[in-house]
């Protein structure tokens, strides 16, 4: 079974950094576009940032100049470093990837999920 496992949620201040971590795990052959979204409450969910095997990136224009998103293609991980945070950031953030399984089936995944709270 393919999964993505997801870290470094939590609380700090505006201002304050975090970095979000998410690993694939499973029987994969490989991985396309690995990207993160988030939702806030009462709102629906958005992309934050993307990132191609090649390494090319795109960003929503809320997060530009302040998050990076990276990824590790041999360790089949995705990370999204956020700097400067503010407290519209806050949401819950998902991880997700656009894979192939080792049966060569495509798998749209998703994380379960980690709480970012950005306190004033």
């Known amino acids: 079974q393919v999964q993505l496992v997801e870290s470094g949620g939590g609380l700090v201040q505006a201002g304050d950094s975090l970095r979000l971590s998410c690993a694939a795990s499973g029987s994969i052959f490989s991985i396309n576009v690995m990207g993160w979204y988030r939702q806030a409450p009462g709102k629906q969910r958005e992309l934050v940032a993307r990132i191609s095997s090649g390494g090319s990136t795109n960003y929503a224009d809320s997060v530009k100049g302040r998050f990076t998103i990276s990824r590790d293609n041999a360790k089949n991980t995705v990370y999204l470093q956020m700097n400067s945070l503010k407290p519209e950031d806050t949401a819950v953030y998902y991880c997700?990837?656009?894979?192939?399984?080792?049966?060569?089936?495509?798998?749209?995944?998703w994380g379960q999920g980690t709480l970012v709270t950005v306190s004033t």
């Open positions: 997700n990837a656009d894979a192939w399984d080792s049966s060569h089936r495509y798998l749209e995944l």
